[in-house]
């Protein structure tokens, strides 16, 4: 399975724009890149899922270059309820799906 | 979206006793389920991929004698920690996939705070 690399850690005043980069070099060919969402105390939530280029839904936006070595959660307009540890993983979309967690990356949303 | 139900969300025990966690599927069925342990401020480790009708696969360093997974029928799955002790404390969230219902996406359960005496 690839292995992510994300920064260990971001803060962003409310209202602010974030995107936060994850990198996946050895993605394969029918790897999917998945982000979730984890609030202290609870399990991770599902936020968005692409192959390549841009996928848009109503909580945020993934961009995948070409190469889809990288790819980058973009959250409009952060609020406070944002706060939260986001994981990028990368995993056969038809496989095991035995996902391995990164570290994930700590969103500080400040007032 | 996909619901996954996992009871209890805390349980504290006393050492030596046992303790069963249970995950189910609400609006679909769920062929494979995955359990996870998280330790404070680290991430998800995977302890377990759980196939319906069959033994689960556990991952290394993860002793299948102190926790046994049981995956019943395709709506349910449950771990059981056997004579816990204090280091078996920890946060346990299971999460299920069915690729014909989520698109090969992972629900998760809200997870299970356990605490060993």
């Known amino acids: 399975l690839a292995k992510t690399t994300q920064p260990i850690s971001m803060d962003s005043y409310e209202g602010q724009e974030v995107n936060i980069t994850c990198s996946h070099n050895n993605i394969a060919t029918n790897d999917y890149i998945t982000w979730y969402q984890q609030f202290p105390s609870q399990g991770p939530r599902f936020i968005i899922q692409g192959y390549k280029t841009k996928v848009t839904n109503e909580v945020a936006s993934l961009f995948i270059p070409a190469d889809r070595k990288s790819s980058t959660l973009s959250l409009p307009r952060v609020s406070l309820s944002d706060t939260a540890v986001y994981y990028c993983?990368?995993?056969?979309?038809?496989?095991?799906?035995?996902?391995?967690f990164g570290k994930g990356t700590k969103l500080s949303v400040i007032p | 979206g996909a619901v996954v139900s996992q009871h209890p969300s805390w349980v504290i025990c006393k050492s030596g006793t046992s303790v069963k966690i249970e995950c189910r599927s609400l609006?679909?069925?769920?062929?494979?389920m995955f359990w996870y342990r998280q330790f404070p401020k680290q991430s998800l480790m995977l302890m377990a991929t759980?196939?319906?009708?069959?033994?689960?696969?556990?991952e290394q360093g993860v002793e299948k004698d102190k926790f046994l997974i049981n995956h019943a029928s395709l709506t349910l799955s449950t771990l059981t920690v056997t004579s816990a002790h204090p280091e078996d404390s920890s946060f346990y969230i299971c999460?299920?996939?069915?690729?014909?219902?989520?698109?090969?996406?992972?629900?998760f359960g809200s997870g299970t705070q356990l605490s060993v005496l």
């Open positions: 759980s196939n319906e009708g069959s033994k689960a696969t556990y």
């Open positions: 999460s299920a996939r069915a690729p014909a219902v989520t698109n090969e996406k992972l629900f």
């Open positions: 993983l990368v995993g056969d979309g038809a496989g095991s799906y035995q996902l391995t």
């Open positions: 609006d679909f069925q769920a062929t494979t």
